[in-house]
């Protein structure tokens, strides 16, 4: 069982700064923060309790663009002025306007489970490294632990298994738990307002899974013996890796 007190920000100078941080930013700032904030405290409120076992300290929910520009959000051990365990959420999720919001149908109600989807993608990893001691530098820290977690939470909420980000140690072929809980939730859970980048189409060769046999590969390169297309058919069919004798 992991220690009932976790192992980050635990003293009671830390624990008493977090609160005082959390009254005043879910009282005195600016309204859209301040709305956005208390949304994100009370749910982080549920999530301690029924994902967490009450083991964590509220982090500071901070609204600001991590610094790689494909992350929608992030977890720090330590905050920008040197305090303990900082959650960012880039602010375009907040306000909609985030390349795979704005061709969405500006939901706000889809906007708001896209966020606090970030949100609670990252207080896994501040549980992992926080509670489990168990913070993963492969794969940035898209590891088997936190595949693991992921894993765990969403069988509470109903949603499929992921694996690990690197494909090698995936050994089921799940999902990864990289953008969980984003690319397991049902179809039309975000109301339509968040709509990903497609995958990248695949440059990896293949060999197997070939439409055509060896037979029927070798009588189109009969039948346009001679043709301009004779010497395309032989380029494909290196590249499929379709040699030896023809199949009986």
């Known amino acids: 069982m992991p220690d ?4 980050v920000g635990t003293t009671d100078a830390d624990a008493t700064h977090r609160q005082a941080f959390i009254d005043d930013c879910t009282t005195n700032a600016h309204p859209p923060y301040r709305q956005v904030l208390q949304v994100l405290y009370d749910h982080f409120d549920q999530w301690n309790t029924v994902f967490f076992g009450q083991q964590l300290v509220p982090p500071h929910f901070v609204i600001l663009a ?3 520009p494909t992350r929608l959000g992030d977890y720090q051990p330590h905050t920008g002025w040197g305090g303990s365990t900082q959650i960012r959420l880039r602010p375009s999720l907040i306000d909609g306007s985030h390349p795979h919001l704005v061709h969405g149908s500006q939901d706000a109600q889809g906007w ?3 966020w606090l989807d970030v949100a609670l ?3 896994v990893h501040y549980y992992c490294d926080a509670v489990l001691a168990a913070p993963e530098q492969a794969e940035k820290g898209h590891g088997r632990i936190f595949a693991q977690e992921c894993t765990r939470i969403g069988s509470l909420l109903d949603l499929p298994p ?6 090698s140690r995936n050994y089921q072929g799940w999902p990864s738990c990289a953008h969980w809980p984003q690319n397991v939730r049902p179809a039309d859970y ?3 307002a968040y709509q990903p980048d497609p995958p990248p189409p695949t440059t990896r060769r293949r060999t197997t899974d070939n439409p055509l046999t060896i037979t029927e590969w070798q009588q189109l390169q009969d039948a346009l013996r001679g043709s301009d297309l004779a010497p395309l058919i032989e380029r494909l069919m290196a590249y499929h890796g379709v040699t030896g004798e023809a199949d009986r």
């Open 190 to 192: 975000y109301r339509g």
């Open 121 to 123: 993608h990252e207080c």
């Open 66 to 68: 991590p610094p790689t």
């Open 162 to 167: 992921v694996g690990p980000a690197r494909r």
């Open 112 to 114: 708001e489970r896209c």
């Open 4 to 7: 009932s007190h976790p192992t």
